[in-house]
């Protein structure tokens, strides 16, 4: 049975970080590419970030360039989002997807992250 479980959301100020974890398990970790999608309050879900299987090749939607980095462990069956410099709109349900390189997706239940003072 595949499952995606995201952890490491919560209330942060602004300028702060948090970093989200997606544990996956019921999968082949390092033969998929693995994203970070976000749904803000009233929006549609949106891509943030992806990271692909093999060489690892990363991109970022601008509104978290230079501020968000995706990394993975396959050892671990892990893929992380490091978010620094939090705005408001970063506000969010952060939900993990894993996409095998053949096709077939599977997404995690979502994690909130919620950027006030």
């Known amino acids: 049975q595949v499952q995606l479980v995201e952890s490491g959301g919560g209330l942060v100020q602004p300028g702060g970080s948090l970093r989200l974890s997606c544990a996956t398990s019921g999968v082949t970790f390092s033969r998929y590419t693995m994203s970070w999608y976000r749904q803000p309050p009233g929006k549609e879900r949106e891509l943030v970030a992806y990271?692909?299987?093999?060489?690892?090749?990363?991109n970022y939607a601008d509104s978290v360039k230079g501020r968000f980095t995706i990394s993975r462990d396959n050892a671990m069956s892990l893929v992380y989002l490091q978010m620094n410099s939090l705005k408001p709109e970063d506000t969010a349900v952060y939900y993990c997807?894993?996409?095998?390189?053949?096709?077939?997706?599977?997404w995690g239940q979502g994690t909130q992250v919620t950027v006030s003072s």
């Open positions: 997807k894993a996409v095998h390189r053949w096709g077939g997706a599977h």
């Open positions: 990271i692909t299987y093999g060489a690892g090749s990363t």
